[in-house]
């Protein structure tokens, strides 16, 4: 049973710095899969920011937030981060942590089948 549980996130004022956290469990180590930071905020729909595959050869970002976050993943593949700097007010939203197994690894939420539990992110 597949599980993501993010964590880090928080409020903060503009031009400042989060980092956000996803710990996983439940994945087999020989399975092709993608994690990917999706958001969301009020009365808006569900946005891809950043994804990564599990070998880190394919990286994908949403045009709003690249050059200011980074997505990454620890060694033993247990941990996904996104490190985000010099925030914005409409960076403000619910960021969820997602993974799908296949080769497809981009920025469509229709492609990812388990969710975490979200982590709010306010910017002021």
């Known amino acids: 049973h597949v599980q993501l549980v993010e964590s880090g996130g928080g409020s903060v004022e503009a031009g400042g710095s989060l980092r956000l956290s996803c710990a996983a469990s439940?994945?087999?180590?020989?399975?092709?899969?993608?994690m990917a930071w999706f958001r969301q905020a009020p009365g808006k729909e569900r946005e891809g920011v950043a994804a990564?595959?599990?070998?880190?050869?394919?990286?994908d970002y949403a045009d709003s937030v690249k050059g200011r976050f980074t997505i990454s993943q620890d060694n033993a593949k247990t941990t996904l981060f996104l490190q985000m700097n010099n925030l914005k007010p409409e960076d403000t939203a619910i960021y969820y942590c997602?993974?799908?197994?296949?080769?497809?690894?981009?920025?469509?939420?229709?492609?990812?089948?388990?969710w975490g539990q979200g982590t709010q992110v306010t910017v002021s």
């Open positions: 990564i595959s599990r070998g880190g050869g394919t990286v």
């Open positions: 997602a993974a799908n197994w296949g080769t497809y690894c981009g920025l469509s939420r229709y492609a990812y089948d388990t």
């Open positions: 439940g994945f087999s180590p020989s399975e092709e899969y993608c």
